[in-house]
Each structure stands twice: as C-alpha cells, then as structure tokens.
C-alpha cells in the first residue's frame, strides 16, 4: 500500500479558498486517492476520491497531478464549520482497507 | 436515511475482561469494516465483513474477532482486555466492501482500566 505525506497542521482565513495538499510519490497505476475529514469526536467523513482525473463534487475539489505523486483537495470557501483533521488515503483496487496517516489538522479562522 | 449506528457510545471495561461492541450499517449498504483509533492517531484497520466473512483483516491479534449478520449488523469482541486496547472503535459501512467509499459512524469510546 502506498503511503501518504502530508503537513501536520494548516491555518485557513474563513472564506478563502483551503489547500491541502498530499505526497504519495510510490502510487501505482491502479491506486485511488480518497480524502475524508473528522470533526473532533466524530467518525470520518467521505469528501471525495480520484484515479487520475481533477474531480469535483458539492463539497471540494480535488486535483491529481499528472503523475499522480501528488494531489490536493481544496475546499473552495472555508467556513469555521470546515475546522478538522483532513486525511488523504490511498486505497489499492486489489484491497478495500484503508491505511490512514495522521492527517492534516485544518484550523479555519475568523 | 439513518447512517451508521453504533453502541454502546462509551464502555469502560476492566483489564481481562471481554468486550462487545455493535453497529448497524447506513440503509442499503452490505459490507462493515472496523477500525481502531487510539488519541492522536489516524484510525487502523481491524478488518472487513462483506456476505458474513471476514473478507480482509490487519494486523490485530486474535483476540479481536467479529461477525456478521444476515441483515448485514456487526460486532466486533474483543478478549482478554489490555490498558493498550483503550480507543475509540469506528465502524465503516459501505456497498460491495467500500469501492466508492465509506461511511463512518461516530464509534465506540472503550476505556479500559
């Protein structure tokens, strides 16, 4: 399973645009990319996920380079409700288990 | 549309001791996967339940062990309690074993003394 990289901790003014960005420099071709976010006592929370295309749903968007050794989730208009450890995973097709990091700790400030 | 349900929300169990935990997977969802998550941590994966078998399992002793049933609930036991087994237990349901993602219930609070 490939390994992810990402900053411990980021601050965000609320209303600007959040980057998160995520290494993972030994995926392999069949390997997607998830992002999940937890709100301090909750489960995880799906964002979103990718193969090799930029995808886009209600809640973020999420770029893959083109090489796939990087990705970043952005969060278009961060809101203080958007203040989580936001975790990027990568998932092998041939296994469904995740092997999560210690995330990002997303601070949104008012 | 209820998500995952889990219970107890909280336990506290002495050391040696057997625990239970349940969880009911989000309507329409057939595989449960359970992780553990110790303070600070990302969660690790304890293993997997897809047509009630263990489908794919972590590095976790055999004192961990679960079960499906036919309308797709789970538990997960563990025996022989130890101080390091003191986490919060997430269950994660999804359709056909977690391909477009997983959802998490809001876990199980063990603490053991």
């Known amino acids: 399973d490939a390994k992810t990289t990402q900053p411990t901790s980021m601050d965000c003014a609320e209303g600007r645009a959040a980057n998160l960005p995520c290494n993972h420099s030994t995926i392999s071709g069949n390997e997607y990319v998830y992002w999940y976010r937890q709100i301090h006592s909750q489960g995880p929370q799906y964002i979103i996920h990718g193969l090799k295309n930029n995808e886009t749903n209600e809640m973020a968007s999420l770029i893959i380079t083109e090489d796939r050794k990087s990705s970043t989730l952005i969060l278009p208009h961060a809101t203080l409700r958007d203040t989580a450890v936001y975790y990027c995973?990568?998932?092998?097709?041939?296994?469904?288990?995740?092997?999560f990091g210690t995330g990002t700790r997303l601070k949104v400030l008012a | 549309d209820a998500g995952v349900t889990q219970s107890p929300t909280h336990l506290i169990k002495t050391r040696g001791q057997q625990v239970t935990l349940r969880c009911s997977p989000k309507s329409g969802h057939d595989t449960v996967s359970w992780y553990q998550q110790a303070l600070g941590q990302g969660p690790q994966f304890i293993f997997q339940?897809?047509?009630?078998?263990?489908?794919q399992r972590g590095n976790f002793p055999d004192r961990f062990s679960g079960h499906q049933f036919p309308n797709y609930s789970s538990e997960l036991n563990v025996n022989a309690l130890l101080l390091g087994d003191s986490a919060l237990y997430l269950c994660a349901s999804s359709l056909f074993r977690g391909l477009y993602g997983y959802t998490f219930g809001s876990g199980t609070r063990l603490t053991v003394v």
């Open positions: 995973i990568v998932r092998s097709s041939g296994t469904y288990k995740y092997i």
């Open positions: 339940y897809y047509e009630e078998e263990e489908r």
